[in-house]
């Protein structure tokens, strides 16, 4: 950064140099070295506003990259069915996913309805012999009959089914790869890395150029959303077997093949599973999303209700969701259970099959296939009308909160940032901020990050979701830090919000969007709270995490100096705690930002906004550019809370 | 336990000639300084390599064990594997049988691994995701053995190790004195010539691993094989070892049999391991004894009743067996062996002197 450079020579002259000073002759160096920084910022600043304080920022790259990239996606929309990428590639790739879906999706509608939920308890049952978890796994799997979403369940399993398995048949022979060599893992890593940090929808864009609007696109959304945990777990799971079980296989005389199949692999399967959970957890998070790409099922239903605001069957189908991807797990693990003393037997299991096929039979012969309508949604109806006279008899509180957070703080906030303040200061402090916490690398990054923002044309967007997400954290980081020190010092406290935290953080996101959308209208201020509700899960599990693992010693030793419990919370908890709860911040706003693009269904505007609009009218040339200009701002968001974490810690880890 | 459970071979000779380990970027360069006498610290310093095992020499005789004994760091573990050939050897050659391993390839190696050979672990080494039957029988289901076959072969090495009855439970089910019956069980099950042990009973408790040194020197005796055995315990290398290497800096200081280690160290630092052992326990009377001429005259002692009136004792007999009989007055002893023939004879101030 040339502009922040320059000062620095005339800021070591105004800091005094207090030749009195008597103690160690260091300090008026260290002292002047710890404000020279600092003024190199303010004197930067001021320089920068004094220059360009009128200058509005030239998008010289405007319609650069947007047009080749509609171009290209006009060209794909019309060769799709003649040029050999796709007759050759894609489209192959595309009939053998559609394939795939369909006939998953065909069996479990030809199955008579109570096969699925039986076959789910036998297995479980046969694998583990635990009749509660068995019966607790057919009453979930029957759950989205109950409230009438069967069919679109299904849809949503088949979905999730053939997803999940693309990723272990991706992600677990990757994982392996990795595993055993680093050059690989050196490649792979970073790309994995990526795909946790950018928002989803960007993944979108792609996948309808590649694949078209249908559910093959969702299914690949998906897989890639989901693969990074599958990888990683693998990758981990076999570096961990113990190097004397792979010497003593190889002592016997194994080949490479056996030892990976008959030690490493098995030995690695405990990591694995937890991969594949991760794995239908991330699933799950994104099936919803996927109905954007018109993939149907659970996901289309509550989309549906957002634009209804029918929370009650949101609800319903969110809740349905969460069943799918439990029976899933459940199922996955039941499979994965190698503790022979624990299954049932092979004739038992035989017996189960047997039965099962002759029920599946009889159910078709008998024409009971369909789910017997038993509650439907209505059950939910309360819901619709709770949420219903919250709007209307709350509104003396909602009203004003909404008006102050768009009114008050909001706009003004915006209006500074795009009107006032000279845009070279929104490069320079940024950069500034990355040069102090990780050197001139991120710095050079940060600003060439913020630079592209405006040069792409999309400035005043991105200072708008920028102040839509620093709005959101600091909400967020309002509840989530005082709640997270608090569940970590006290055990009861933990045990109440456990259940709520658990709820928030499975629910797909847009359910608790639908009655924030009722009490507030559309506009900024549901999608921010919405923002809130979904960031504050992680922000307060891991702080208190942090302040849980501090060591019992250094508390005791601080309580034997006397010190009151406050003393001890904020001399020793807190700052050893300090490097965990900056890793909450971290998550904190990698979750706000995902979920403030989200937000762009429900009037969030701006950027979100405008990758909305781009999935779902097809305008691939904007997307793209925004989707960099989001997973620019995502990779600087997270190095730049990742750096102050590192810094935070104790100098022995580094 | 019939002889055909604890096997049919007698073993074969092992030899290990000019032997060099080094880790790092630049082994040639290394082990040039090291043939300049550079010391492991110059080579780390000039190299960023690290000398593993140093021009290490030796042969194992068939059904003779050999224990290679040395603290942490000393290289004693990276010799086992080079030996086994777990890693690749820098330098020198590993002769098993007239057979070079450090010449072959993958699957030359892998068939004398099938064939001949077997390692017990520090840590075991078991597969938790095996019955302690499957783990018994992995060596023989790697050979491709019919599983009827390989699971009966493994149930009678399993009651040849004393765990008869844990054949279908879990490695973590066990203690850890029985989940090295295990490792011990799973070595055996392929019946081989030559065994290496890695610190074997280090991870277990003292009673356990009393019980499992005495467990080996019984298998041993009825089976002998050939063993390289390595340990960090002097005492346990002086039970089990017919011949004891002391390592120390990835080199052998001395070489011998524990006797000759206890009444004659080569460096201090051998004499320092020496130096705690219970002397009148190790050596016997045979090691200390001035040998004669067969036939040659046995010196009189009016008050003894052996031979030519001197109070006799057994070669193999620990001094501390005949301690007595010296304090009670006897000035020599006339050393016998099994067949009653005088073979040497012990002064007491030759005792005194080995014992002081």
């Keep these: ?654 | 336990m019939s002889t055909d459970v604890a096997g049919s071979g007698a073993g074969v000779p092992l030899a290990v000639d000019g032997l060099w380990k080094v880790f790092g970027p630049r082994p040639d360069r290394a082990l040039t300084l090291a043939a300049d006498g550079a010391t492991r610290a110059e080579i780390q310093a000039a190299t960023g390599c690290t000398i593993g095992v140093r021009d290490v020499s030796f042969t194992v005789a068939p059904g003779e064990t050999f224990v290679v004994m040395g603290l942490s760091g000393s290289g004693k573990s990276t010799l086992v594997r080079c030996v086994a050939r777990l890693t690749d050897v820098t330098r020198g050659r590993v002769t098993l049988d007239g057979q070079d391993l450090t010449a072959m390839g993958d699957a030359d190696l892998r068939r004398i691994r099938r064939r001949t050979m077997s390692m017990v672990f520090q840590h075991f080494g078991l597969f938790p995701h095996r019955r302690v039957i499957d783990n018994v029988a992995y060596g023989l289901e790697v050979q491709g053995v019919a599983k009827a076959d390989r699971q009966a072969r493994a149930a009678e090495v399993i009651e040849v190790v004393g765990l008869g009855g844990w054949a279908q439970h879990y490695p973590q089910q066990l203690s850890g004195g029985m989940q090295q019956r295990v490792g011990l069980a799973r070595a055996l099950a392929v019946d081989p010539k030559v065994l290496f042990f890695d610190e074997p009973f280090s991870a277990l408790d003292p009673l356990i691993r009393r019980d499992m040194q005495d467990e080996l020197l019984r298998l041993q005796r009825a089976m002998p094989r050939t063993i390289v055995f390595i340990t960090h315990d002097f005492a346990e290398a002086i039970k089990l070892g017919d011949r004891i290497a002391i390592m120390k800096d990835g080199a052998f200081d001395q070489v011998g049999t524990a006797t000759e280690l206890i009444t004659n160290p080569a460096t201090d630092y051998v004499r320092e391991f020496t130096e705690d052992i219970p002397k009148a326990k190790v050596l016997t009377a045979a090691a200390l004894m001035t040998p004669m001429a067969p036939g040659a005259e046995v010196p009189h002692d009016p008050t003894g009743a052996g031979p030519g009136g001197a109070r006799t004792v057994a070669a193999g007999a620990a001094v501390e067996t005949f301690l007595p009989v010296l304090l009670d007055g006897a000035d020599t002893l006339t050393v016998v062996d099994a067949d009653g023939r005088a073979v040497g004879v012990l002064a007491r101030t030759d005792v005194a002197r080995a014992l002081g």
């Design chain 1, 1 to 654: 950064m040339t502009v922040a450079a320059e000062p620095v020579a005339d800021t070591g002259e105004p800091v005094p140099a207090p030749a009195a000073v008597d103690t160690a002759p260091a300090a008026p160096v260290s002292r002047a070295r710890r404000l020279a920084p600092w003024a190199v910022l303010v004197v930067g600043v001021l320089a920068l506003q004094a220059a360009f304080a009128s200058a509005t920022f030239p998008a010289r790259l405007d319609t650069t990259f947007s047009d080749p990239l509609d171009r290209l996606a006009r060209w794909a929309q019309s060769n799709r069915r003649t040029h050999p990428l796709f007759t050759g590639f894609f489209s192959p790739l595309t009939r053998a996913l559609t394939w795939a879906l369909d006939s998953v999706q065909g069996l479990l509608e030809w199955l008579p309805w109570f096969v699925l939920p039986a076959a789910v308890g036998l297995l479980i049952l046969v694998r583990t012999r635990s009749r509660g978890q068995a019966a607790v796994a057919v009453a979930v799997t029957l759950y989205p009959g109950l409230v009438g979403l069967w069919p679109e369940t299904m849809a949503t399993l088949a979905l999730m089914t053939v997803s999940v398995v693309l990723c272990v048949v991706i992600g677990a022979p990757l994982g392996v790869w990795c595993a055993f060599r680093p050059g690989v893992e050196r490649v792979v890593r970073p790309v994995l890395d990526a795909m946790q940090t950018v928002p989803a929808p960007i993944y979108f864009l792609p996948m309808l150029l590649f694949f078209g609007v249908g559910p093959v696109a969702g299914a690949f959304a998906t897989v890639i959303y989901a693969l990074p945990p599958m990888v990683r777990l693998t990758t981990l799971g076999i570096r961990q077997v113990p190097g004397e079980a792979v010497e003593a296989s190889t002592m016997f005389g194994a080949s490479g093949r056996q030892t990976l199949l008959k030690v490493r692999l098995p030995m690695a399967l405990p990591a694995i599973m937890t991969g594949i959970s991760q794995s239908i957890m991330m699933a799950l998070g994104i099936v919803v999303l996927a109905a954007l790409l018109a993939s149907g099922g659970l996901g289309q239903v509550i989309l549906e209700a957002l634009r209804q605001r029918a929370t009650g069957r949101g609800l319903a189908a969110g809740l349905a969701i969460v069943a799918v991807a439990t029976v899933l797990d459940r199922a996955a693990r039941a499979v994965a259970q190698t503790d022979r003393t624990r299954w049932l037997g092979r004739r038992p299991a035989l017996i189960a099959l047997g039965a099962l096929v002759a029920a599946a039979v009889a159910g078709r012969l008998a024409g009971s296939v369909a789910f017997p309508g038993v509650a439907e949604t209505t059950l939910f109806d309360p819901v619709d009308s709770g949420v219903v006279w919250v709007r209307d008899n709350l509104s003396w509180f909602t009203r004003p909160v909404n008006d102050t957070i768009v009114g008050d703080v909001y706009v003004p906030v915006r209006d500074f940032l795009t009107g006032t303040v000279a845009w070279p200061v929104l490069v320079a402090v940024p950069a500034w901020l990355a040069w102090r916490v990780k050197g001139w690398r991120l710095a050079v990054f940060t600003a060439a990050a913020v630079v592209t923002m405006g040069l792409l044309g999309w400035w005043a967007d991105s200072i708008d979701t920028l102040t839509q997400v620093a709005a959101a954290v600091v909400l967020s980081l309002a509840v989530a830090l005082p709640l997270g020190v608090w569940a970590g010092t006290s055990t009861r406290v933990e045990a109440v919000l456990g259940p709520v935290l658990d709820t928030l953080q499975t629910l797909p996101s847009f359910v608790y969007m639908i009655p924030v959308v009722n009490w507030f209208t559309v506009g900024i201020v549901p999608g921010m709270i919405a923002s809130v509700l979904y960031a504050v899960v992680p922000g307060i599990r891991i702080t208190a995490l942090g302040i849980r693992q501090v060591p019992t010693e250094s508390l005791e030793a601080s309580q034997a100096f006397g010190a009151t419990p406050a003393q001890t919370l904020l001399g020793v908890r807190i700052p050893l705690a300090a490097p965990t709860i900056m890793a909450a911040v971290n998550q904190v706003i990698m979750m706000v930002l995902a979920m403030v693009i989200i937000a762009g269904l429900v009037g969030g505007g701006a950027l979100g906004f405008q990758v909305i609009n781009a999935v779902t009218r097809g305008e691939v040339g904007d997307g793209f550019e925004v989707g960099a200009i989001i997973a620019l701002m995502a990779m600087v968001l997270d190095r730049l809370t990742q750096g102050i974490g590192q810094r935070l810690q104790p100098p022995s880890d580094r």
